[in-house]
Structures are given as structure tokens and as C-alpha cells.
């Protein structure tokens, strides 16, 4: 059987950095008092906004226009099509010059300064809201004490069980970078007898309708152990820690608090279920961790309960 090993990190993504602004230097040093004419506008994700065809009436009718844009054209709104008001779209080099000699303000980029839009605050602060929030500590430990003696019961109805497949593998463990998850990187089930569990592992318990055997950590499916008894929600490694709690009293104390998070609407029924499943995604998404669906050591350490 092969046992879960070590692993690395996972890796953050990389950010967009700042956009350049093209022509700035040549621009001022000709129209002193002008930001460059043709900066495109850039947005949180430092992307530039500007689009890739010629603004209408972009000739003769601006030259009348032009002082009266430059004054009052807002740095941060945005017109029907979603671009930010004001902004100028992406012009040929000729049309530049003629907008030089206009004298047409641009509206400043947010690397010369201009605010970010207040949408794209609003999400940031959200978005950090949300990352910010964690589980009472007190909640967690009356959630914990309140499962002590749980005990989950098979609901093949509700959360309909999963089959052996030895070829299975957990989709997407590959990329899960770091030791944390190599348990999950190196699953795949196997079918042995009760007396080969008992020779390889101490520990094989019944668990909610079906045989799982502890290692390293983790509970695993006993695939094979008694074919009457072959319930599994999941086909996968359960993190549980050290203390060998039971899986289904841990799940029972991750989907209430997920509950109380707002993160989980079923049952606290044990079982890691679609449901539970979702749940755990949504919240691991916003904490920022990598998203396994399962129960694995970080997402413990960050609900409080490793």
C-alpha cells in the first residue's frame, strides 16, 4: 500500500504588474502642463482598458471640443460599454500627433495617481473581508464538544455512495504543490482482505457503513475489508490529525462550522458529501488555500480545529 510521503509548497500565482505608459517623456517635454496624450488607462489587475479600435469623431469634431473634454472628462467612471469614461481607445500614430497638437488632455492612469475605480475597491475590500474571517474559537471548541460521541449513519439516498476504481485518482492533486497534500497526490485505492488491513495497519474501524484504516494522519477507505460493509461518500484520504479522531466526528465538526460561516446548507450528517464538498471548495477558495473539496491539514489549521 503506498503511504502518503512529503511535499512541497504550494506556489502563489504571480500578480500583473504596473503598465508602462508609452510616449510620456516625449509628450511632456513638447506640451509641458499635459499628461501624454496617448497613456493608456490601466485597471486593478494592471491591465490596460483601452480599446483596440479608433474613437468616433476623433477629427475635426474634437479640435472645438478639446479644452472642454480635458477639463471635465472623469478619471474613473465608466460609459454603457464598460469602459472607463473619458478614456481614449487605441488610436494610429498620425491620429496622435494631430491630438498633440490639439492639446487634448488624457485622464491620468492609476500609475500617475488617479484613484482606483470604486468598483474595483469595493471587490478588493471585499474580497479581503472575506479572507479575513475566521470561526470563533469558543464556537469551534462547543461544536467539538457537542460531537464527541458522533456517530454517522449511511444515507445511500441522500449521498449516494462511490464504487471501487482502482485506476481512480483524485482530479487535479498533481498541481496541489506542497507536503500537505501528497497523501492526496499519491491515492489510489486498493483492494485487500480484513487479514491483510490487519497486517499492514493497526488501526481499521467501521465508519458510518464502511471499513477505514488510519495512517500517518489520515483515514482511508478499506476497500475489500468486509463487502458488506462498503459505504463511502468519498474515495479519498480524510485529514484528521494525529489524535486518530474518528473521520465522520471530524466532518460532522467541519460542516457545522462551515454552517455557521454561512458556507454550508445540509445536514450535519458526517458524510463528505457533494454538499460538503462544495462548501469546503467555496472556503477554501477564500482563504486563499489550495482547493482540494476534501479535509486536509491546512483547511483544518485555518477553521481552528487541527
Do not use: C
Amino acid at each position: 500500500m503506498h503511504q502518503p510521503g512529503a511535499m512541497k509548497e504550494h506556489g502563489t500565482m504571480n500578480q500583473p504588474g504596473t503598465m508602462n505608459q508609452p510616449g510620456a517623456e516625449k509628450s511632456r517635454r513638447t506640451h509641458a502642463g499635459h499628461e501624454p496624450a496617448t497613456a493608456p488607462e490601466t485597471n486593478v489587475s494592471g491591465q490596460a482598458t483601452g480599446g483596440a479600435t479608433n474613437e468616433p469623431g476623433a477629427g475635426k469634431g474634437r479640435k472645438g471640443r478639446a479644452h472642454e473634454e480635458s477639463g471635465n472628462a472623469p478619471a474613473t467612471g465608466t460609459d454603457v460599454s464598460g469602459r472607463a469614461a473619458g478614456m481614449p481607445t487605441q488610436v494610429g500614430k498620425e491620429q496622435q500627433v494631430k491630438e498633440r497638437k490639439q492639446g487634448v488632455k488624457q485622464p491620468a492612469t492609476e500609475a500617475g495617481g488617479a484613484p482606483v475605480p470604486a468598483g474595483g475597491q469595493q471587490n478588493v475590500q471585499a474580497n479581503a473581508g472575506v479572507k479575513a474571517k475566521k470561526p470563533d474559537p469558543q464556537q469551534v471548541q462547543q461544536i467539538k464538544s457537542q460531537h464527541a460521541n458522533f456517530r454517522a449513519q449511511p444515507k445511500p439516498q441522500q449521498v449516494p455512495p462511490v464504487t471501487f476504481n482502482q485506476n481512480h485518482r483524485i482530479e487535479g492533486s498533481d498541481r496541489w504543490q506542497g507536503q500537505h497534500y501528497e497523501a492526496f497526490r499519491s491515492y489510489h485505492p486498493e483492494w485487500h482482505d480484513e487479514g491483510w488491513y490487519h497486517s499492514h495497519y493497526t488501526n481499521v474501524t467501521l465508519i458510518g457503513g464502511g471499513y477505514y484504516f488510519f495512517n500517518n494522519g489520515y483515514w482511508f477507505p478499506a476497500w475489500g475489508y468486509s463487502p458488506s460493509a462498503q459505504y463511502y461518500a468519498y474515495d479519498g484520504p480524510i485529514y484528521v490529525g494525529q489524535r486518530a479522531e474518528p473521520p465522520d466526528k471530524v466532518i460532522a465538526d467541519v460542516q457545522a462550522v462551515l454552517q455557521q460561516m454561512g458556507y454550508y446548507k445540509g445536514e450535519v450528517d458526517g458524510l463528505l458529501g457533494p454538499m460538503t464538498r462544495e462548501a469546503l471548495t467555496a472556503y477554501q477558495a477564500d482563504q486563499g488555500l489550495t482547493q482540494t473539496a476534501a479535509i486536509d491539514e491546512p483547511t483544518l489549521d485555518a477553521l481552528g480545529m487541527s
